[in-house]
């Protein structure tokens, strides 16, 4: 596990030079399905529909990839369904693999971190603009909706007052962190951090509160699935028996 953390973050420090950030997928045997279906259809809730069609593919193709590893074939397959090509970061401080190599102009990055788990890479500049995006989209809800508006500002204020003294340092948690200035007034921050320093924890759940900030981006596709998880009798999910790469032996 120490080793795996390691490389983890040297592969981190290698993307962050690049311009590049990884964004974890749950670890799972839907994590290429999931990565490919937020890649096409921007979300992951249609991971089951992405496996599904390459099943297909791979049944009405064997005799084309049958010299394929098996987690070649299947991003062979989601390669041809879906006309893009998948490119993988291996190791740190290497260039990617074009594993698909079929010329298509719609590119894919995964990260490759641990066994044959992978991550999906994107650059720092996308990430920033979804941790804006997402915390408009939080605000005009439980601002305008809820009408939450001075737990909203305070709940904000709290953690950047924690970023000053625990900056976070990785990209690939749950949680992006990316540094921007505060849009708030200095009367006004001076204000909530005087109610800050007497609380322990945000007025919102840490969950909200982040998604609210700006300069941070909440990995919520990861955060809802980890919580289906721990809310199963095992804390397992249905097919957490499986590897990736399955498929392909299956047939």
């Given at each position: 596990?120490?080793?795996?953390?390691?490389?983890?973050?040297?592969?981190?420090?290698?993307?962050?030079?690049?311009?590049?950030?990884?964004?974890?997928?749950?670890?799972?045997?839907?994590?290429?399905?999931?990565?490919?279906?937020?890649?096409?259809?921007?979300?992951?809730?249609?991971?089951?529909t992405v496996q599904k069609k390459c099943l297909e593919?791979?049944?009405?193709h064997r005799d084309e990839l049958l010299n394929e590893?098996?987690?070649?074939?299947?991003?062979?397959?989601?390669?041809?369904?879906?006309?893009?090509?998948?490119?993988?970061?291996?190791?740190?401080?290497?260039?990617?693999?074009?594993?698909?190599?079929?010329?298509?102009?719609?590119?894919?990055?995964?990260?490759?971190?641990?066994?044959?788990?992978?991550?999906?890479?994107?650059?720092?500049?996308?990430?920033?603009?979804?941790?804006?995006?997402?915390?408009?989209?939080?605000?005009?809800?439980?601002?305008?909706?809820?009408?939450?508006?001075s737990e909203l500002d305070e709940a904000v204020n709290?953690?950047?007052?924690?970023?000053?003294?625990?900056?976070?340092?990785?990209?690939?948690?749950?949680?992006?962190?990316?540094?921007?200035?505060?849009?708030?007034?200095?009367?006004?921050?001076?204000?909530?951090?005087?109610?800050?320093?007497?609380?322990?924890?945000?007025?919102?759940?840490?969950?909200?509160?982040?998604?609210?900030?700006?300069?941070?981006?909440?990995?919520?596709?990861?955060?809802?699935?980890?919580?289906?998880?721990?809310?199963?009798?095992?804390?397992?999910?249905?097919?957490?028996?499986?590897?990736?790469?399955?498929?392909?032996?299956?047939?």
């Amino acid at each position: 596990m120490h080793n795996a953390s390691k490389f983890a973050a040297n592969m981190d420090d290698y993307l962050m030079r690049l311009g590049l950030c990884r964004k974890s997928v749950v670890r799972d045997s839907s994590c290429l399905f999931r990565i490919i279906s937020e890649q096409i259809y921007f979300t992951q809730a249609l991971h089951g529909t992405v496996q599904k069609k390459c099943l297909e593919y791979l049944c009405n193709h064997r005799d084309e990839l049958l010299n394929e590893p098996p987690i070649h074939c299947e991003m062979m397959a989601l390669s041809k369904i879906y006309k893009i090509d998948i490119l993988i970061f291996q190791s740190p401080d290497e260039k990617p693999v074009d594993v698909t190599r079929n010329g298509y102009s719609k590119l894919v990055l995964l990260c490759h971190v641990d066994g044959i788990h992978y991550d999906m890479v994107y650059t720092q500049s996308h990430i920033h603009g979804l941790a804006i995006s997402q915390s408009i989209i939080y605000e005009v809800l439980y601002r305008g909706v809820f009408e939450l508006d001075s737990e909203l500002d305070e709940a904000v204020n709290f953690l950047r007052q924690q970023k000053k003294t625990s900056r976070e340092n990785s990209l690939n948690e749950s949680d992006h962190n990316l540094s921007c200035t505060s849009s708030s007034s200095p009367s006004l921050e001076y204000e909530l951090s005087q109610k800050i320093t007497l609380r322990l924890t945000p007025p919102l759940p840490y969950r909200i509160a982040k998604a609210l900030d700006s300069t941070l981006y909440r990995n919520v596709a990861k955060d809802i699935v980890e919580e289906e998880k721990r809310e199963k009798p095992n804390g397992k999910s249905e097919n957490s028996k499986y590897l990736v790469g399955v498929i392909a032996f299956a047939i």
